[in-house]
């Protein structure tokens, strides 16, 4: 069986909630729905204080090429638009809609049945996802019509699709898959289509034999999609770990999939591109996972993008006791919350409540040179040295030991015996580098 | 700058003002002793491995060895080896306790370590004082002075052993004759190693089979090949250790000796086998060389590291004075352990194909 070359760890996977049917969050009485959540520029409102709103109708206009559409996920009246604290820790700018009803656009197709068949061209399907605000739902929230239009002079061969979920705890790509899996693979027919290819390959990893069995079945209903089981590996979801496990090439340091004519999108992704494309439906909901050693119900719950937190947690029987630490994400990359204030966005895929016992870190002790960091890092850094390095601010030494191929997976902390934060020194770091590397092409 | 940055992250942010937190109080679900959430970094899980479980391991592996140095020297091989794990640890704890007057490290199992490698490196005829002063080296210079567990250039246990080798030559050179659990311990008789009956010692070579097993003069636990390759392959299995280091000296100093042999069969008379099977090389291969703090950090370095150790130790043992050569090889490899980790790097993921 497959999976990526170089480096990796084996977390234990307390998937508590696969198998659990996805349930449909309540809708909350306010959503509060981020503007500047994804990767990219923010968001402008084209909505005023008052304005009345329907679901799916567009409540932020993307500011660039590299930005996104934000469209309501409730009806009602728009409250304000002032900052509200999301993932990342910052308040951002968010419209505040007091909710009457569920009022959806005429146009949105609410019906069950699947619908194969697609006639638009490939540039009205872009231009479909583009203006019906998708972005890649494995997390990075990158919009996806931007993957979908290469640079000039290159073309891509083929279509990855990350159906791996290799974060422990996260199920909802799994139940996705298990739930709506024709969809999915009519979302892949759909940007073969737009990309021009002929070929697509959905990787999943072995852990969810179901999904694997279900979705090889279906494709055995469509041309030129093939489903990959993987080897069970973290960081396997990673873009540059997914290409090298599935088609055995590597990205070459510092460009795009595109090098190697891969254009990858996860599992939700696509199923988002399937309900824009064929049901007309602009991204405002999604499935979040939430999940905990000690929460009672487990769930995958359908939620309408700012849903507080809270709300779902709420309907998973609350937070518990001994609770922690609560993360927005899995627990190898997710962010960890102040507060579950924050709403759902179009990069939240799960809340891990984590208990207090497992929550704080250990103690710090000497780094032993055991070389656990560099064995498990999957781009082959040193992190070790990446870590001193930044302690002693040598930012030239860090660029030269190529610290912005650094995916922040979070492998090097994982595994280090001696509770070294390697990834925290080598994430600070990168930031600095980075920075720097701009302003140097910004010179130029 | 970083850390004071670090320390804010991990301050655990107290949320008693936020609304949220008080409608779930109102609500009962959370309780009065839950006021604090940490905010800190990705990742939020840790392996579990520690410092202690690498040293725990490496200590299980030595277990055969261990046995095997009890049955063929006997009480001297259970006296050395605890004088020295016993010294190595209350030398640790009295420097950090009273000359850097920090907190002790004696619980993470790297004294001990140290301290029962250093007497696998000694005749078990050895006096207890000379033992203690060879802790004291391996503890205090090779490991405490330049800064602890993780900061030595030097392997502490070898400087110990070599520091005593050149201090007390005698002593350090004359090796108890293998009687299975031998109740004698200074008084002890004493046999020629394998190796000095090559540079001229009279006596009769042993077998290959007895080389294997262990039956023959020695250091405590160098003798049983068979013993210290079954705590090899636990290493490996619980990856402790990786195969680089000591394959590549063992397959070097196989394939370098038996180009020797090949050349002029009798000026260079014993098979690669025989230089395999005895002196500290098993042990030197296995566990002194691969010491994480003192080898290299990449497997590419590694294999120029194990195949530095490895004709470095053929050059000392043929052409030298000295009839064994394993510990000086690995110190001396310690030393270019910085310039291998800086010139040879790790495979890069989508590392640039040379045209």
């Known amino acids: 069986m497959k999976t990526f070359k170089m480096g990796g760890i084996h977390p234990k996977e307390y998937k508590f909630s696969a198998g659990i049917q996805i349930q449909t969050a309540s809708i909350p009485q306010q959503a509060i729905i981020p503007l500047g ?408 | 700058m970083v850390n004071q940055l670090l320390e804010k992250l991990y301050e655990p942010v107290r949320l008693k003002n936020s609304t949220n937190f008080k409608n779930l109080l109102a609500a009962g679900k959370l309780s009065n002793s839950m006021n604090k959430l940490i905010i800190s970094p990705s990742p939020h899980v840790h392996s579990g491995d520690s410092v202690w479980k690498n040293m725990r391991d490496v200590l299980i592996a030595l ?43 004696i619980t993470d199992g790297s004294a001990l370590l140290t301290g029962l490698l250093l007497s696998f490196n000694l005749p078990s005829n050895l006096p207890v004082w000379i033992v203690i002063i060879g802790s004291l080296i391996a503890i205090g210079v090779a490991k405490m002075s330049f800064g602890g567990l993780g900061n030595n250039p030097f392997n502490p246990a070898l400087v110990g052993r070599v520091f005593l080798l050149i201090s007390f030559p005698a002593q350090m050179t004359s090796w108890p004759k293998p009687i299975p659990f031998n109740p004698a311990y200074l008084d002890a008789v004493t046999a020629a190693t394998p190796l000095a009956i090559l540079k001229g010692q009279f006596s009769e070579i042993p077998s290959t089979l007895n080389l294997f097993l262990g039956n023959m003069g020695g250091s405590m636990g160098e003798v049983s090949a068979l013993a210290l390759l079954i705590g090899f392959v636990y290493l490996l299995i619980r990856k402790t250790i990786s195969w680089h280091i000591p394959i590549s000296i063992l397959l070097t100093v196989f394939i370098f000796t038996g180009i020797l042999h090949l050349v002029n069969p009798e000026l260079f008379s014993v098979s690669p086998l025989f230089h395999l099977l005895t002196g500290g090389l098993m042990l030197g291969a296995i566990f002194m060389a691969t010491d994480y703090v003192t080898s290299p950090m990449n497997p590419r370095g590694m294999l120029i590291f194990g195949f530095g150790i490895g004709i470095i130790t053929v050059v000392i043992r043929v052409f030298g004075s000295y009839p064994e050569g394993v510990s000086f090889a690995i110190l001396i490899m310690n030393a270019f352990t910085p310039l291998i980790n800086t010139l040879v790097k790790p495979k890069r993921f989508g590392e640039a194909k040379k045209a």
């Open chain 2, 63 to 105: 277990v055969p060895a261990y046995l095997a140095g009890l049955y063929f020297f006997g009480l001297g091989a259970l006296i050395i080896s605890f004088t020295a794990m016993l010294s190595c640890v209350v030398f640790e704890y009295l420097i950090q306790r009273y000359l850097i007057k920090g907190s002790t490290s």
């Open chain 1, 37 to 444: 959540h994804y990767l990219g520029g923010p968001s402008l409102p084209v909505v005023q204080k008052g304005d009345k709103v329907k679901v799916g109708q567009m409540i932020g206009q993307a500011s660039g090429f590299v930005s996104a559409n934000v469209h309501a996920s409730v009806s009602g009246v728009v409250n304000r638009i002032d900052v509200h604290l999301d993932a990342s820790g910052y308040k951002v700018p968010s419209v505040f809609i007091d909710v009457h009803g569920d009022e959806w656009l005429e146009t949105i197709d609410k019906s069950a049945e699947i619908k194969r068949e697609c006639t638009l061209s490939s540039a009205e399907i872009i231009k479909r996802i583009s203006d019906y605000g998708i972005v890649g739902l494995g997390g990075a929230t990158f919009p996806t019509h931007v993957k979908l239009l290469p640079p000039p002079g290159k073309k891509a061969t083929i279509l990855i699709v990350n159906g791996v979920e290799c974060e422990p705890y996260l199920t909802c790509d799994h139940q996705l898959m298990i739930e709506k899996g024709e969809e999915i693979l009519v979302g892949v027919t759909i940007l073969m289509k737009a990309i021009d290819v002929k070929r697509a390959i959905v990787g999943i990893e072995n852990n969810k034999k179901d999904a694997i069995s279900l979705m090889q079945k279906l494709a055995k209903t469509f041309v030129g999609i093939e489903i990959l089981p993987l080897q069970v590996q973290y960081p396997q979801g990673g873009e540059k770990q997914l290409i090298d496990a599935a088609i055995g090439r590597q990205v070459p340091t510092g460009t795009l999939p595109i090098e190697v004519g891969a254009v990858v999108q996860n599992v939700a992704t696509l199923f988002a591109v399937y309900e824009a494309v064929q049901k007309n439906k602009p991204l405002f909901e999604r499935i979040v996972t939430i999940t905990g050693k000690s929460l009672k119900n487990h769930g995958n719950f359908l939620a309408r993008l700012g849903t507080p937190l809270a709300n779902i947690v709420e309907q998973a029987g609350g937070v518990p006791e001994d609770t922690g630490k609560i993360v927005a994400g899995g627990p190898m990359m997710g962010r960890a919350l102040s507060s579950l204030e924050v709403t759902v966005a179009k990069g939240t895929s799960g809340v891990l409540l984590i208990p207090a016992l497992e929550a704080a870190r250990k103690n710090m002790q000497n780094c032993i040179r055991c070389t656990k960091c560099v064995v498990a890092c999957p781009m082959g850094l040193e992190p070790f040295l990446l870590m001193s390095q930044s302690e002693r601010s040598m930012w030239t030494e860090m660029e030269n030991e190529r610290v912005m191929d650094c995916i922040e997976c979070g492998c090097c902390s994982f595994a280090c015996p001696s509770n070294r934060p390697l990834l925290d020194h080598i994430r600070y770091g990168k930031s600095i580098v980075g920075k720097i590397i701009r302003t140097r092409q910004a010179k130029k």
